[in-house]
């Protein structure tokens, strides 16, 4: 069937409130918006209205899949999800998440390429995916349970290889730091996803099919996924002696207790101490059709399990367990047992890392919170205890502080704020105000959003201003992100010349930390980037391996072959850099009109004033500059931020600049 | 059957072709996984069906991944045994619909012959069954070693799937899956 490659056919369209699901043709909407997160901001440009809130019944979950999933191109295993998030600081607005494991590939092989669900629910219900057929069920027997217990319930119903996503607790109590997670820790993390699956009574969506996905040309998608997959395989880094992360099973082969990075990443030193004793047995799981393995679990003796992955880890526990335990607690047993208990209620496991745990911390400093105002044990933070009792107020929305939790960093940090200013303490209050600013630095109606640990590489900057703060991921395209820890800085230093002057003409682009040079070209080249790897929609274990890879330096990449990759797959011939520009060029401009509706002007590009007096390197007559250098970059007013029509008519996005004109916004 | 009571049918063991008479040839090496290393990827299923069949379909690959994960990752990937006493073959009533391939020694279905009577599933003792049924073409289909050149093994990103030549791995690798006793009372069941 010509136009179908890589492609089922159909999206489901499922209306809670009626409890009605009809179907959308996928042909109608790609190969233009190429799938996973550029398809989802189609949709969510047809379907979510900037005047409804995020946790109505108007707004959507818009779950993608992109023409790569459930084929041999390698670690396309990733679902995206576009939905309006009730996460950030001031107003709701798009945002996306996405998650690995299986449910991508189960989707199209049951017959889906995508799910748009609207409404609410009147009572909890799941929804049932399979060979072509879609139900509305009833959850009452999973309303309440947690995240594994909710698994097990329906794969026990619905056979082992289906696959979900579920929310937890914190999910069905609309707490804003909830996310949705498959399998183990599998999560869509961002944005409080959570929320708005549980304000649509929506328990679950699982997948099983026995269906099929053809790709254009198998011979070459067969060889080129080789290809692909050699340069991520662990066969090949254990023959060239590079194993390291992500792949976990590093651990057990060729750990090394004074790699910082290792001893960082998971509780990997004790663990692996109590391996070699027979007191805990490790496991290794993948997400589906990529090799690198980067899921691990471990069970202890006495039937404690828990686990960890490259992004949603134990380590996010570990530096606190060290500084209440020290180092005598066996296998990290307190950060393993904390973020089980965590992803178990359905809680961001990576922003209690980088948003919640940093500025509670702060606020015990600073006096502001107390045993008191928390009803939670201070002396003790940092213990399993403190740690499970914390997730618990959180999830359930305990007391007045576990409904701050609840709120998720951003409004709870501004609403410390307001009571401290409301109470007269205006000093305490202006120092939360400059914490909150450093994590979340954006000012103006888009602030909030996910947090960022440290402010410092310039590189960031833009990416951190402009889109999700995700882009900074990417960034290890070129940050030799492969290179594991065994590769000395200098080396690093000479691959990241060669990048930046093979891709963007100056050798100091990627090195040049704490200065502007290159910067607007890097981060139109890293957006654009991004949209490609997510519309596949990829995870971004394989794109380091496109650009450098970890097993020699003298490495150039070959970033052709993603085209080439997608090309084979669907038919629709196109190169790599025909991906990055124009289509990822026009999905970046899709979103930021998207933002643009929902009220994002120039003003909103830009920092608290704190941020400035933080970081001396950054001025704002230099970061005004840069701004107009990349608007004029892009295409985009040098006054409002918002694209021009010549701009987005060139881009094929006519349709969208009438919407915006109608809508009474004017596309000059 | 008979007098009403449930039989156990313990099969005689049988290394001669009940037509000819010869010995059958035990295959020359088994697809062997390793489950401490397989971390369920899957893609032993996703390059079997297309290397065979031209689309991809776990439905449609002949291995199957086993994988559990809420007790602690547990993954496998469970291919054909090539049993040297191949019940698949000697139950098949079409003459050379199931046979031994003379290079490699995997037990093979001819899918031009094979008339989908399932008689093959049914006899097959692994679990899970190394053959299986493709509800469109209306036959059987089995792995069948690529000719010698596994795919599988070949796309294994971890090296957790092999390819052993002799008899004695694959014996190890499934014995905790595979009971043969045991295995013969599933006759009955189908």
Known sequence: ???????????????????????????????????????????????????????????????????????????????HLAFKSPARSFIDALWWSSGGGNFASQLKYAGYDGVVIKGKAAEPVYLWIHDGEA???????????????????????????????????????????????????????RGGCGAVMGSKNLKAIAARGTGRVTVARPREHLDLSYEIERLMSIKEQEATGTLSPPNMRQYRRSFDLHDPLQAKTTAGSLMHEEEKSGKVRLGFGACHGCGTQCRITIKSSDGQLAWGGVCCDVGSYRELEKSYYGNELPWGRSSVMVSDYCNRMGISHHYLYSGIFPWFKWCVDAGVLTDENTGLPLAKYGSTEFG???????????????????????????????????????????????????????????????????????????????????????????????????????????????????????????????????????????????????????????????????????????????????????????????????VGEMLVNLERCIWVREGRRREDDWFGDYVFEAHDWLTKKELKEQLDKYYTARGWDLKTGIPTRAKLEELGLKDVANDLEKAGISVS | MGDGKRKTKVLPRRELDAGTGAVIKGCTGHLVCDPSICGGCKKCEIVCSLHHEGVISPALARITVKREIFDGYVCEAMPCLQCDGPECLFVCPVPGALYVDDVTGARVIDPEKCSGCKLCVKACPATPKGIRYDTEKKICFKCDLCGGDPQCVKFCPTGALAFVKGKGAKRNVRAIWVDWADSQSRLDQG
């Not at chain 1, 989802?40 to 959507?60: G, H, I, Q, R």
């Open chain 1, 1 to 79: 069937m010509s136009g179908l490659y890589g492609w089922i056919g159909q999206i489901l369209k499922v209306d809670l409130t009626k409890g009605n699901i009809t179907t959308l043709e996928t042909l109608d909407y790609v190969p233009k918006f190429l799938g996973g997160r550029g398809l989802a901001a189609k949709l969510y440009w047809d379907e979510v209205s900037p005047d409804c809130t995020a946790l109505s019944p108007d707004n959507a979950l818009i779950f993608t899949t992109g023409p790569l999933n459930g084929t041999l191109a390698p670690a396309a295993s990733k679902t």
């Open chain 1, 135 to 189: 139900e509305i069920k009833s959850a009452a027997y999973l309303w309440g349970q947690d995240t594994v217990a909710t698994q097990r319930e329906i794969l026990g119903r619905h056979g082992d290889t289906a696959s979900c996503w579920v929310i937890g607790p914190a999910g069905e109590h609309l707490c804003l730091n909830a996310v949705i997670t498959s399998e183990l820790d599998s999560t869509m993390g």
């Open chain 1, 388 to 582: 499970m009792q914390f997730f618990h107020k959180c999830a359930y929305r305990e007391g007045d502080f576990g409904e701050l939790l609840a709120m998720d960093a951003p409004k709870a940090m501004l609403e410390l704020e307001r009571r401290m200013k409301e109470r007269g303490e205006s000093k305490k209050a202006y120092e939360v105000r400059k914490y909150y600013e450093l994590l979340f630095p954006l000012s103006g109606k888009f602030a909030g959003g996910q947090p960022i640990k440290k402010f410092y590489n310039s590189d960031h900057i833009l990416p951190t201003m402009l889109g999700d703060i995700w882009e900074r991921a990417i960034i290890g395209v070129f940050r030799t992100y492969g290179l594991g820890p065994r590769i000395t800085e200098e080396e690093k230093g000479r691959v990241e010349a060669r990048l930046g002057e093979r891709y963007f003409g100056d050798k100091n682009t990627l090195t040049d930390r704490r200065g502007f040079t290159g910067k607007v070209p890097l981060t139109i080249y890293l957006e654009n980037l991004s949209h490609v790897m997510e519309g596949m929609v990829w995870c971004r274990e394989p794109f380091s391996r496109f650009y450098a890879t970890q097993y020699h330096t003298d490495y150039e990449g070959d970033p052709s072959l993603i085209g080439k990759v997608y090309s084979a797959t669907t038919g629709d011939i196109k190169t790599t850099e025909e991906l990055i520009n124009p």
